[in-house]
C-alpha cells in the first residue's frame, strides 16, 4: 500500500522558528495555533515572574499554565533552567495536540529539538555547525513517541557553559531531551576529551527519562544508551521518508 503523502511547513513566530510535518494539512494548522498558544501563555507568566527566563536553577511552579509546568519538570529533572526546555516543550504540546485532531505522523523540529509520533519512519539529521561530521550522518526514528534535542556550545544560539560541537539526546519527549541536552553539553569542556566525554554520558544516563545520549567532541565520539540506527545522510532524499535539516 502506497504510504501517504504528507504535508510539510516551516512556520516562524518571534524566537520560534519551527519545520512542522503532518500527514493531513489540518494538523498543521493545528500546530501553528498550539505554539502561538502555549507561546502567549508562557510570555503572560513570565511578565509576572520574570525570573522564569532567567535563572539557570530548577525553579518549581507549583501553580501556572501547562507549558510552564512541563519546563519546570523537565528543568528539575536535568537540574538546569526552565528555559533550557522551552523549545522541546513548545514541540511536544503541539505534536500532542496534532495526533489529538487526527494526525498519525505529527513532527515538529523547533530550533533542532524534535518531538514526533509517527506510524512510519522518520529521518533526522544530525547538524552540528562546522564540525565535520555535521550533516553527515543522522538516525532513523521508528519507535514512537520520541524526543531528540542537542546542545552545542559552539554553534548554537543557545546558551551553554560546554565546548561540544554535539551533546544529543534521546527521550521519550523533547521537552526532557532539550533540558538534559543543555545539562550534559554543559559538561563538555577541557583538553581531557575522554574524560569530559565520560562526565556528559554518566550525566545524561542519570537523568530519569533520557534513553540514550551521543557527544562530538573535538573529533571524538561517545555515545550509550538506546540510540536510534544511524543512517549515513544525503543532500539527495533517496528514500520514502521525510528529513528534516
Request: charged content about 20%; overall charge positive.
Amino acid at each position: 500500500m502506497k504510504a501517504k503523502s504528507l504535508f510539510k511547513e516551516v512556520f516562524q513566530y518571534k524566537e520560534t522558528n519551527c519545520t512542522i510535518i503532518a500527514d493531513n494539512e489540518r494538523a498543521v494548522k493545528t500546530a501553528i495555533s498550539s505554539i502561538r498558544y502555549h507561546r502567549k501563555k508562557l510570555e503572560e507568566y513570565s511578565r509576572i515572574h520574570p525570573i522564569f527566563l532567567y535563572t539557570f536553577r530548577p525553579l518549581p511552579v507549583d501553580k501556572g499554565p501547562l507549558v510552564v509546568r512541563l519546563m519546570a519538570d523537565a528543568a528539575e529533572k536535568a537540574n538546569v533552567g526552565p528555559m533550557a526546555a522551552v523549545a522541546g516543550v513548545l514541540a511536544d504540546l503541539a505534536v500532542k495536540d496534532m495526533t489529538l485532531n487526527g494526525s498519525e505522523v505529527a513532527v515538529i523540529e523547533n530550533g533542532g529539538e524534535v518531538s514526533a509520533i509517527s506510524n512510519r519512519p522518520i529521518d533526522v539529521a544530525l547538524s552540528a555547525g562546522d564540525s565535520p561530521l555535521s550533516r553527515t550522518f543522522g538516525f532513523r526514528l521508528e519507535n514512537f513517541p520520541i524526543g531528540v534535542a542537542t546542545s552545542s556550545g559552539l554553534y548554537s544560539h543557545a546558551f551553554s557553559f560546554g565546548e561540544a560541537e554535539a551533546a544529543t539526546i534521546f527521550s521519550t519527549n523533547a521537552g526532557l531531551a532539550d533540558a538534559a541536552a543543555t545539562a550534559v553539553g554543559n559538561l563538555i569542556k577541557g583538553k581531557n576529551c575522554r574524560g569530559a566525554i565520560n562526565r556528559g554520558v554518566k550525566k545524561a544516563l542519570s537523568i530519569d527519562g533520557v534513553e540514550g545520549v551521543l557527544i562530538i567532541y573535538r573529533g571524538m565520539v561517545g555515545r550509550a544508551g538506546k540510540i536510534p540506527q544511524i543512517i549515513k545522510v544525503s543532500t539527495v532524499e533517496t528514500a520514502p521518508f521525510p528529513k528534516l535539516f
